[in-house]
């Protein structure tokens, strides 16, 4: 495998960082993940405007323009095999000696690769998946897409533990994401997705779901999510941008509706795969 370190372009097992990155130290940076399919990349410029907005507010500067990015992952995914990839990228303040203040003259760390991506197969489009509540423990600041997860990796361990694939996370009495996931449910044929805030990420595919629904006249609301509505929910999604659109049938161990994925996913998948198609055909641009 072909990884990007610091500039260069080498294979995997020779990228090296310092173990006195702050990244190793501290979980001092930030993270993308940018899907491409038939080799064109998918929604690049929302990745990238979230990317900058991410290493903004932990005050780290962009090392890369737009162009030069996107030169990066493509050269990537060129040199990996299959025709469905994943571009994980990840920024950290670099290496200094360790101390929690930012050093001063510091230049960032800069790591890209691609993957397959490993899609999800028939039988979850036909059965759904199964989730779990829990208390939402992580910080303050779950806008921001940090690379510090351990509560996330907890709760999706926890959530693996008990048969289920995802955990929705409830804090405050509100539904407000997946551990690594957006979140939607369905109530009287109109979705529901909380709105953008400090509790949650700004999910790239959760967008492309709200505009997919606005252009094809599926009513929609950006509202809070209640645990008490998320537990009456006609339909449950959870959607990322690797995962992409997934159907929750079974939370907590009851059923979801009618146990089986809805009508309104359906629809949402169809569009979902189209827009896909048209990305690979090129006429969309991202």
Known sequence: MTVYINGAFCPLEEAKVSVLDRGFLFGDGVYEVIPAYGGRLF?????????ERSLREIRIPNPHTREEWCGIFTRLVEACEGDEHGVYLQVTRGAAKRDHAFPDDIQPTVFAMANPIVTLGREVLEKGIDAVTRPDIRWARCDIKAITLLA???????AKEEGAMEAILVRDGLATEGAASNLFIVKDGTLVTPPKGPRLLPGITRDLVIELAETHGLPYRETDIPETELRRADEIW??????????????DGQPVGEGKPGPV??????????????LRAGTVTG
């Open 265 to 278: 996913w359906q629809r949402m998948y169809d569009l979902y795969q189209a827009y896909k198609a048209a």
């Open 238 to 251: 959870m959607t990322s941008s690797t995962k992409e659109v997934v159907p929750v049938t079974r939370l």
């Open 43 to 51: 929604r690049c410029d929302h990745h990238l405007e979230r990317l």
């Open 152 to 158: 996330n990796v907890l709760m999706r361990q926890e």
